[in-house]
C-alpha cells in the first residue's frame, strides 16, 4: 500500500541502517539518507530516494537536512572510534544536531535507536552518550520513540571469527544468556512502531541462548567440533580497569563496553523470525570458509 509519508534515516550505512531504508522502501515510503559521501551510501541507494550530504557532527552542513520530512529515523552511533571523534561528539552531538533540525522543520516524529539494559550501563562512554541524547528527545516537544534492542546478529559475527580460528574465548561459565536481533527483523519492528504508537520499547530476538549455544553454533556451521576457553570473570574485570587508566577513551571505550555485556544476561523481550544458525550459516557462505 502506498504512503505519502517521507522519512529521514541518519546512520543509514551501518547494519541496522541498510534495513531500515530497505524496510521503508518496502511499504512506499519516500526517503531521504544522511551520508558523509555519495561513495557511502552506494550499497543502498538503489532504497532511497534522495541522498543529502552531510555529517552530523558538523551542523553547518545539514542545514535543511528535515526539510519536508514527516519521521526522523536515526541509528547513528559508533562501537569503534574513529576519526578522532568521541561517544559524546557523534552519539550525544551528532544526535542532538539531527533533533535540532527536525524541531526547526516541525518534523512530527523522531525515532532513536539505543542499547537495551541502559539503566545498568549508564556507567559506561558510549551509554553515557546515548542516553543524555534520550533524555533530551524525550523532553523535546517532538512524538518520540526509543528504541532499546539487544546485541545485534553482527556483534555475534565475532564469535563465528574466532571460531574459524579455532577456538572461542568466553567469560565466567559461558552460561550468560542473550538474545540478539537481525536487522531485518528490528527494521520491521521499529516501523511497525513508527506507524502505531510512540514511547519506548525493549526488544530482542527470537531465541534466547546461552553464550556456549552461541559458540557452539558457530562451530557447527563450519562443521568443527567446539574448543571454548572460558576466562574467570576477574580477568575481564582487571583488563578493563587497566585499559581504563592505561589507555584513552578511543581504545577502552569499546572494549570496555563490550567486556561488560559479555559479561551479564541480556534477555529483551522476544521478537523476529531470523535465526541465529541461519545467519552463521549465510556468513559461512559469503566468505567460503
Keep these: 500500500m502506498a504512503t505519502n509519508k ?47 550530504l552531510g555529517e552530523a557532527t558538523k551542523p553547518e552542513t545539514i542545514n535543511g537536512l528535515c526539510k519536508n520530512i514527516d519521521i526522523v529515523i536515526s541509528s547513528l552511533g559508533i562501537t569503534k572510534q574513529k576519526d578522532g571523534f568521541t561517544y559524546m561528539d557523534v552519539d550525544y552531538q ?7 533540525q527536525a524541531l526547526s522543520e516541525n518534523v512530527s516524529k523522531f525515532l532513536y535507536v539505543s542499547v537495551f539494559n541502559s539503566e545498568k550501563l549508564r556507567h559506561l562512554e558510549i551509554i553515557k552518550a546515548k542516553e543524555k541524547f534520550a533524555q533530551e528527545l524525550k523532553e523535546a516537544d517532538i512524538e518520540h520513540i526509543i528504541v532499546r534492542p539487544n546485541g545485534f546478529f553482527s556483534d555475534m559475527a565475532e564469535f563465528f571469527k574466532m571460531a574459524v580460528k579455532g577456538k572461542v574465548y568466553l567469560f565466567g561459565k559461558g552460561e550468560f544468556r542473550a538474545n540478539p536481533i537481525h536487522g531485518a527483523d528490528l527494521a520491521e519492528a521499529c516501523i511497525n ?10 526488544i530482542g530476538g527470537p531465541e534466547i541462548l546461552t553464550q556456549n549455544e552461541i559458540a557452539t553454533l558457530a562451530f557447527e556451521a563450519l562443521k568443527k567440533n567446539p574448543k571454548i576457553t572460558k576466562i574467570p570473570l576477574w580477568i575481564g574485570n582487571l583488563i578493563i580497569k587497566v585499559a581504563r587508566i592505561f589507555t584513552s577513551v578511543k581504545i577502552y571505550g569499546p572494549v570496555e563496553f563490550f567486556m561488560t555485556v559479555l559479561a551479564m544476561d541480556m534477555v529483551a523481550p522476544t521478537y523476529g523470525k531470523h535465526t541465529l544458525k541461519e545467519y552463521f550459516g549465510k556468513i559461512k557462505e559469503a566468505n567460503n570458509v
Design 193 to 202: 512502531r513508527v506507524e502505531t504508537n510512540s514511547g519506548e520499547f525493549d
Design 6 to 52: 517521507r522519512a529521514l534515516v541518519v546512520g543509514a550505512t551501518g547494519y541496522l541502517g541498510k534495513f531500515l531504508v530497505k524496510e521503508l522502501k518496502r511499504r512506499r515510503y519516500w526517503v531521504r539518507a544522511l551520508s558523509r559521501s555519495s561513495q557511502k551510501i552506494e550499497p543502498v541507494k538503489q532504497h532511497i530516494d534522495e541522498v543529502f
Design 94 to 100: 551528532g544526535n542532538r544536531n539531527i533533533l535540532n
